[in-house]
Nanobody
Framework: QVQLVESGGGLVQAGGSLRLSCAAS????????MGWFRQAPGKEREFVAA????????YSADSVKGRFTISRDNAKNTVYLQMNSLKPEDTAVYYC???????????????????WGQGTQVTVSS
């Protein structure tokens, strides 16, 4: 079992930045590929970014490419989402997710992911 706890959400003006963190329990964090997803009111959950177990491979959705960066610190059992140049359409609840991977180089775009955090609200005002 992996428990995930997100933090770092909040209210920010358009053009601003936030860094989300997701702390994971367990001693084998590097065995898990990690992802960030978001869900806006009335919309389906959508993929944002993913990172392999080693942290060496990442992938981002086109809607956030060039603005958001996913990274991880395996020594701290934490994955991050640095969000820059935020737009009102980035407003959503952001979730981190984990899936055990066969190696340190695999990441998953659509999942399925096995473990999910409770989410953190990000609101971008215009």
């Amino acid at each position: 079992q992996v428990q995930l706890v997100e933090s770092g959400g909040g209210l920010v003006q358009a053009g601003g930045s936030l860094r989300l963190s997701c702390a994971a329990s367990g001693r084998t964090f590097s065995s898990y590929a990690m992802g960030w997803f978001r869900q806006a009111p009335g919309k389906e959950r959508e993929f944002v970014a993913a990172v392999s177990g080693s942290g060496g491979r990442t992938y981002s959705a086109d809607s956030v490419k060039g603005r958001f960066t996913i990274s991880r610190d395996n020594a701290k059992n934490t994955v991050y989402l640095q969000m820059n140049s935020l737009k009102p359409e980035d407003t959503a609840v952001y979730y981190c997710a984990a899936r055990e991977a066969p190696n340190y180089y695999t990441f998953y775009v659509r999942g399925p992911y096995d473990f999910w955090g409770q989410g953190t609200q990000v609101t971008v005002s215009s």
